[in-house]
């Protein structure tokens, strides 16, 4: 699967400079030069407004802790999906583990991310239908979106079947694990029904469910304000409703690509086929996904930069109490023997052993050895 992705990165790549340079880098540069420092500006601010709701949503699921755990895991979650060379699938598992690190229990982190992308899923099967709706009252005669509407309900049955696995699936698995050499079977067994047990707690509290897929939604719909404010800037402006169904179509096509890190030449061709049919010039199409790549670079690199030195400072209070531990260990090792506490060989001129004294004082470690004293500072 690793290998898959990666290829499809590379081609993904390939095209989108390829598309470049078919269609011109200097009217692709206009376009973006357009919108301007201050429209980058306001671009990026309205989806870190954006990522901040998502990020209550996912709160929502879990009120015990602090909204601003959930935002800033939020925050990493969608920086590591759109930066880093992983699919989405990744960007979920580093979510989860920015809770976890925060002190939310490991179940509750991964039962609630599990919960958080279905109903994000299901927020973004409305966001389209509603998209489909509008294109069909846009242009009536059009047969095709009937198609799209029979893709929509297969994907909505794949929801719902997601949502009844999460809910009563996980016996299948306990059954199964039981099967297996007991050990392993009980951890698999016990973790499974951990996470099980969590997710039916937050589907419970259906207060907060619906309030997290209504914030969803609400997000969804809001994002298509970024793309409307980027066109009327270049000077290509268009109705709402216009955006409305581009984005709606192209975050389609970017969930059926799920598995390319990034959508990564996906998110170019959709916008040029979705913007030609909407009578946008194909450098505007173009430079909307890069004004979008640049938008998520700049908020994700900084966010993963910080991710990495909190990760870098975890690590590190992780290690040095075991170096502390491991050199109180040595001092207090039995003269004349080794760590087994074997008797060492008996050497040709007897030497009275040499007491060891190791004391704490914030941090400095200080060895006395008879009258010498050596000063260690521990790194």
Known sequence: MRVISIAAAVIGLAVIVALIVHFGAAPITRSLAAVGPAGFAAVCSIHLLLIAVM??????????????TAIWARLVRDSASEVLPL??????????????????????A????????TLEFFAQLAFVAIGLLWLLHLEPRLQAAWLDTLGLGVALGLAVG??????????????????IARGWAQRTAAGAAALHCTIAEIYDRSSGVWASFGLHLVCWIASA??????????????????????????????????????????QEVAYLVLGTRFGLPPEIALALSLLKRARDFAIGLPVLGVYQ??????????????????????AKRNPGRDDRGSPLPALEEKA??????????????????????LPLKLQ
């Open 162 to 179: 997601c949502v009844v696995a999460q809910r009563r699936g996980f016996g299948m698995l306990d059954r199964l694990a039981g099967g």
């Open 225 to 266: 304000a970024e793309v409307w404010l980027a066109l009327g800037w270049m000077g290509a402006a268009r109705g709402f409703g216009v955006v409305l169904v581009i984005e709606s179509l192209l975050y389609a096509a970017r969930s059926v690509a799920f598995a390319v890190p990034n959508a990564v030449g996906v």
């Open 55 to 68: 990020g209550i949503a996912w709160w929502l699921l879990m009120p015990a802790t602090n909204p601003w």
């Open 110 to 117: 991964a039962a609630s991310t599990i919960v958080d992308v």
């Open 352 to 373: 009275r052993p040499t007491r060891i004294v190791l004391e704490d004082h914030q941090g400095d470690i200080t060895m006395q050895a008879k009258s010498a004293t």
């Open 87 to 108: 699919s989405q699938l990744g960007g979920y598992v580093v979510g989860a583990r920015t809770l976890a690190v925060a002190g939310v229990p490991a179940s509750a």
């Open 309 to 330: 030195i909190v990760e870098s400072g975890r690590l590190s209070r992780f290690v040095a109490p075991v170096g502390r531990r491991l050199l109180i260990k040595t």
